[in-house]
């Protein structure tokens, strides 16, 4: 699990945030097991199982990653050709940042 710095604000609050979206999260704990089960990507990540199937249904729904049942488990095709969704990053492919965070089968042929 990732652990958050934080320090107090200016009002005695803390706040926490982090580089990456959830759904970056999700994607990146899915490439580095692509057999985990979502409870255990949920935990990974710190959501609920539910918010992991939201975010795994969004993923695939964009073509990010591509779900294949094998016998009573999940395994997942990660697409690393896909661009990113921010018009700023939009000319950029996901392929990189899963490079960055990854090793080994992140990598995985495009989703077709």
């Known amino acids: 699990m990732t652990t958050v710095v934080t320090r107090p604000g200016g ?3 803390t706040r926490h945030w982090t580089f990456l979206t959830n759904h970056a999260h999700v994607l990146l704990a899915i490439a580095r097991n692509p057999t985990a089960r979502l409870r255990d990507v949920a935990a990974e990540v710190g959501v609920t199982e539910r918010a992991a199937q939201a975010i795994v249904a969004d993923l695939e729904a964009g073509g990010y990653l591509r779900r294949t049942r094998v016998g009573r488990r999940n395994e997942y095709t990660l697409n690393p050709a ?9 000319d950029q492919q996901v392929g990189a940042l899963l490079a960055l965070f990854t090793t080994g089968p992140a990598t995985r042929s495009p989703v077709a």
């Open 11 to 13: 009002n005695g609050n």
């Open 82 to 90: 896909g661009h990113f969704r921010h018009p700023a990053e939009a």
